[in-house]
């Protein structure tokens, strides 16, 4: 059973509220039942990109207003979020999920939409204003669906559906920060929307009711990646042509400070285990094994091109893909591969590189990832840079079937692939 919001807590850093009470019926099978939020971009759900960006930007708490499939938003979102449900999110908006978050929020605070995928210097570019500020999108906002936003002099004037391609200076994100006057004001002309029975609302109309009564910096952000989901034709964008783009963009510094930052920790907890318990461990391992899954390396195909990299003074052989070329072997499943990845990059773009890889399964994307280019410091090969080993599981049905794998952005001198199993060989 939903439970309802704590009371929010005092600070002076960005809280946020994302809505995501509503179904997506225009986005039908593609939806998959799912809700909106839930929706697979690049491996991970849509609204976890949207955590991720607020984490990283520091915005916290978050409160999730949820309504259509509440229990599986909070399943999927776990302690990343507090949580309001919106009962009536059958026949009410945006506003009314917003105006249910009323009692948490104190402010400052960023409010989104659940559907939108969004490059993080958009967040960024919010929080660096300093002051109430909404995004829009100038190379948009000619479409009927799109909400439109009027700018002048820097700042929103106004913001409707209902204007015109020629009235309109661009398209609104769907994403707005605004201090804690700010939100009082929008949230009392919100009250007296809900209260003249206005549910089917969006929030826009009582930011735009406050808009005599707070200064609404207008943040253009054309040119950067970003998409509102709401048609299979947007998912299908979202997922082959701007997530790939955005994962890319991503700082790469936060990744690098986590893996370090584990390091660490995991170094402190052997100092205090002590010589005993390292001891017992070792002698457990010798007489057990790795736990997990037995990986077994499927041999390459005749025509697959392979090199030889060394890895701690150890000869390992990988299959080498370039530029627009894949590597491609069958496996009989069900089965769950797992790709070994790696790249070649030259010492003049060591660390500075980010990649994407995309996986099929006959012919059909069943999964892609973006990856930092870090060298591995144990890894060597004449005139170019290794770099660390990712991974990647694909699950592969009954039968056989044809998996191919091949770069889909970033330019590397070269992927490295190798193809591993649970079980039998192939």
């Not at 004001?185 to 406050?210: H, M, P, Q, Y």
């Not at 998912?235 to 390091?263: F, K, N």
């Not at 457990?284 to 390396?297: Q, V």
């Not at 410091?377 to 049905?397: G, Q, T």
Request: glycine letters at 8%; charged letters at 25%; a neutral charge.
């Amino acid at each position: 059973m939903e439970r309802t919001a704590p009371p929010a807590r005092a600070s002076k850093a960005s809280q946020a509220v994302i809505l995501a009470a509503g179904k997506g019926s225009r986005l039908g099978q593609a939806a998959d039942g799912l809700p909106k939020c839930l929706l697979q971009i690049g491996g991970q759900p849509l609204i976890r990109h949207q955590l991720d960006s607020l984490a990283e930007a520091g915005v916290s708490p978050v409160l999730i207003v949820t309504g259509y499939a509440a229990d599986l938003v909070r399943e999927s979102v776990g302690n990343a979020a507090e949580f309001v449900l919106n009962p009536r999110y059958e026949a009410t908006n945006s506003l009314h999920s917003f105006f249910l978050s009323r009692s948490w929020l104190t402010g400052p605070a960023v409010i989104l939409n659940s559907d939108v995928l969004f490059d993080p210097r958009i967040l960024e570019m919010l929080l660096e204003s300093g002051e109430d500020s909404l995004a829009y999108d100038s190379l948009s906002g000619y479409a009927r669906e799109h909400m439109k936003v009027v700018v002048r002099a820097g700042h929103v004037a106004g913001l409707s559906k209902e204007l015109s391609a020629d009235e309109s200076s661009g398209e609104n994100v769907g994403m707005i920060h605004l201090s804690a006057r700010s939100l009082k004001v929008v949230f009392e002309e919100a009250e007296k929307l809900v209260a003249a029975g206005r549910t089917s609302a969006f929030l826009a109309e009582a930011i735009r009711a406050a808009l005599d009564r707070i200064a609404l910096r207008a943040v253009d952000v054309a040119g950067i990646p970003w998409t509102e989901i709401d048609t299979p034709h947007d998912l299908d964008r979202a997922r082959r042509e701007l997530g790939p783009r955005i994962a890319l963009r991503r700082d790469g510094r936060t990744r690098a400070w986590s893996q370090r930052r584990r390091r660490r920790r995991w170094g402190l907890a052997l100092g205090f285990a002590g010589a005993l318990a390292a001891a017992f461990f070792t002698a457990w391992f010798l007489a057990n094994g790795a736990p997990g899954p037995n990986w077994e390396t499927v041999t390459p195909p005749p025509q697959a091109r392979q090199i030889v990299v060394t890895i701690d003074g150890i000869d390992q052989s990988w299959w080498r893909v370039e530029g627009e070329e894949a590597v491609q072997t069958e496996i009989q499943g069900p089965r769950t591969v797992r790709l070994d990845l790696r790249c070649l990059v030259t010492p003049e773009t060591r660390g500075r590189l980010a990649y994407a890889v995309e996986a099929r399964v006959d012919g059909k994307r069943q999964e892609w990832r973006a990856y930092k280019a870090t060298p591995d410091p144990r890894a060597s090969f004449p005139d170019l840079v290794v770099c660390d080993r990712e991974k990647m599981d694909v699950e592969i049905p009954a039968g056989r079937h044809a998996v191919s794998v091949r770069l889909l952005a970033g330019d590397p001198k070269a992927l490295l692939v190798r193809f591993r199993v649970i079980g039998a060989s192939e």
